[in-house]
């Protein structure tokens, strides 16, 4: 149906930036709302940031002023830009859509993860 895949994690300093990429592929006729989340181990998934079908955003107040969503519909991908980084933002991040695909309703999918790590 859908794969996401998301990618551009990996190690960074305190104070650091990075971007994370989601990229969506299948057969896919709308993308709605893209959120992006985050687990770290023995906690629940947290809600990060999310952007609407009409570009409206929201964040965590934990990375307002940080973070930055943005999505791409023509190229079926959606961006994180992560700045400031500290160390609390250690954690896997999700990319998750909601979408109509092809044969089904209206689901939410999501990707396998992308790990963050900030070094203090």
């Known amino acids: 149906q859908v794969q996401l895949v998301e990618s551009g994690g990996g190690l960074v300093q305190a104070g650091g930036s990075l971007r994370l990429s989601c990229s969506a592929s299948?057969?896919?006729?709308?993308?709605?709302?893209i959120n992006w989340y985050r687990q770290t181990p023995g906690n629940q998934r947290e809600f990060v940031a999310r952007?609407?079908?009409?570009?409206?955003?929201d964040y965590a107040d934990s990375v307002k002023g940080r973070f930055t969503i943005s999505r791409d519909d023509a190229k079926l991908m959606s961006y994180l830009q992560m700045n400031s980084v500290t160390p609390e933002d250690t954690a896997v991040y999700y990319c998750a859509i909601d979408a109509t695909v092809v044969g089904f309703p209206l689901l939410t999918y999501w990707g396998q993860g992308t790990q963050v790590t900030v070094s203090s």
């Open positions: 299948g057969k896919i006729m709308v993308v709605r709302d």
């Open positions: 952007i609407l079908q009409n570009e409206d955003t």
